[in-house]
């Protein structure tokens, strides 16, 4: 099987090469549109700002080979915002795979602290990505802005409200935690991915 994760200039894409090193894939890391084409599954992870891997993105025509891709794609944490309408970080046009705006977290009470960084469980699960996942498994979070309940919706989590944790429309996925951080869990979640 052939694994790509799309390089655009985000950071925190070293631990998600070793999280599919442990599980026997060596992936390719690439921004050329023809090997990103040919993989048999595709990863969008990273960390970053909007509105700079946007620009990244665009002008390097990586948002129309994204968008066009038929294989079933991962989008993570900046990966699956990114895969969203727009984002009120930067006031960011992005890809509208998911057709829901991403949103700044807005403390209510003093112990909220923003960004959400953590461990949190996540629950109704409704995924083929989640076989073999308890309802409550604990996976890590690092965020500042979320994607909000929407139709596309297959994992919730509650950080000051209920926010989406996972998305999937067609053969795009996203997970706005760090799958390739959350231990076992997360590996049996990356190994869901490649066995789709």
């Not at 951080?181 to 997360?186: C, L, N």
Request: glycine content about 6%; some cysteine.
């Amino acid at each position: 099987m052939s694994v790509a994760i799309v390089k655009y200039n985000a950071g925190n894409i070293r631990s998600v090469l070793n999280a599919l090193s442990r599980l026997g894939v060596e992936p390719v890391l690439t921004d050329n549109p023809e090997e990103l084409r040919r993989a048999d599954k595709v990863l969008f992870p990273g960390q970053g700002e909007a509105s700079h891997a946007m620009r990244y993105l665009r002008e390097h025509g990586l948002d129309k080979v994204v968008c066009s891709l038929q294989q079933p794609l991962l989008g993570i944490c900046i990966g699956q915002q990114l895969l969203c309408r727009n984002s009120e970080e930067g006031n960011t046009d992005c890809l509208g795979i998911f057709d829901v705006p991403v949103l700044r977290f807005q403390p209510e009470r003093h112990e909220d602290k923003v960004p959400h960084m953590g461990w949190n469980d996540i629950y109704d699960l409704q995924s083929p990505l989640f076989n073999g996942i308890d309802e409550r498994a604990f996976v890590y979070f690092v965020h500042s802005f979320y994607v909000p309940p929407c139709q596309e919706m297959i994992a919730t989590a509650d950080y000051i409200w209920p926010f989406s944790a996972a998305l999937h429309r067609d053969n795009f996925y996203a997970t706005q935690f760090h799958p390739e951080k959350s231990g076992d869990v997360g590996s049996r979640i990356l190994k869901n991915f490649l066995e789709l």
